[in-house]
């Protein structure tokens, strides 16, 4: 999910003022808010599966050129450094971690959809999403 300083533009969002009308850019986990995107229909979401797997593959080759000498914090904050490739794979376990069922038998890409996670001609099939809510993790746009 989410790190605190992914989240920082929830509490101070990118605004400005227009000949008196305030115009601002705010923090959406998931759904767009925004009519102009009517709902889900064209937002992407703050986790793309997609987009994560190239950041992935990316993170990956880039380790493979810089090996262990290069480190970056992660997570942000936290005050750990890690080479490339545990990065890479912090990533690719968190997301990992979103279809795996919990100690409840629960899917956080499920929302807690009681069919989902406990039916018994659905629980063992996983819906592959178009995007997550960056914050919970449940699956969000097409799921076909």
């Not at 936290?78 to 990533?91: I, N, P, T």
């Not at 659905?122 to 914050?135: A, N, T, V």
Request: proline share 3%; hydrophobic share 35%; charged share 25%.
């Amino acid at each position: 999910m989410a790190f605190d300083k992914a989240r920082y533009p929830k509490d101070h969002p990118v605004s400005m003022d227009v000949n008196g009308q305030r115009y601002e850019v705010a923090y959406v986990s998931g759904d767009s808010d925004s009519g102009l995107f009517r709902g889900n229909s064209s937002w992407r979401g703050p986790t793309w599966i997609a987009v994560n797997f190239l950041l992935i593959e990316s993170l990956l080759r880039f380790y493979m050129f810089y090996g262990n000498t290069f480190k970056v914090e992660c997570p942000t904050g936290s005050g750990d450094y890690m080479h490339l490739g545990h990065v890479a794979e912090e990533l690719q376990h968190r997301l990992q971690r979103l279809s795996v069922r919990g100690d409840d038998a629960r899917r956080a890409i499920n929302d807690g959809n009681e069919m989902l996670d406990y039916g018994p001609h659905w629980k063992d099939y996983m819906w592959f999403h178009e995007f997550l809510d960056g914050d919970s993790g449940r699956g969000l746009g097409a799921s076909h």
